[in-house]
């Protein structure tokens, strides 16, 4: 399995994983299809999605994105369920992780929800606290907001 930068022969990818896990637990929402629509602006902007790639297939993909006042954010985190147990969620979420503190990141947040057991999993091996939900994100199904200082 290759981890990948974006590229966009895998935009696709990164919208299909992230509708399809979004939708098989919530419904999609505005800032859903902001990101979605316009990832490619978003990685022009200093974003970056990586992807996880085995033998051609986008097995998970993930994304960091610069809030301002070196806070970053982690999000869109989806895998495809055909290659769930390989490590590849944990695998484009370092590298995420690793992404934002190579550009200045002081604080990395991320927004979920308590369901998401797997996800909770990664971001508390990755050494991120529990902290209160900051009420400034746009996200109604948003119940858990995590941080990290690194």
Request: hydrophobic residues 45%; charged residues 25%; contains cysteine.
């Amino acid at each position: 399995m290759e981890i990948l930068p974006f590229d966009k022969k895998f935009v696709k990818d990164f919208v299909s994983l992230n509708r399809t896990w979004i939708e098989k637990y919530f419904v999609m929402e505005k800032d859903d299809y902001e990101t979605l629509d316009n990832a490619e602006k978003f990685v022009s902007d200093g974003a970056q999605i990586f992807f996880a790639v085995e033998s051609g297939n986008v097995a998970a993909t993930c994304m960091a994105v610069p809030l301002g006042e070196n806070v970053w954010e982690i999000c869109k985190l989806a895998a495809n369920e055909k290659f769930r147990g390989r490590g590849a969620g944990s695998a484009v979420f370092e590298a995420c992780l690793n992404y934002a503190k190579d550009n200045g990141a002081e604080k990395i947040i991320i927004i979920s929800n308590r369901i998401l057991k797997s996800a909770l999993h990664i971001y508390e091996k990755f050494g991120f606290t529990e902290v209160p939900v900051d009420k400034t994100h746009n996200y109604s199904r948003a119940d858990i907001q995590f941080e990290l200082i690194p």
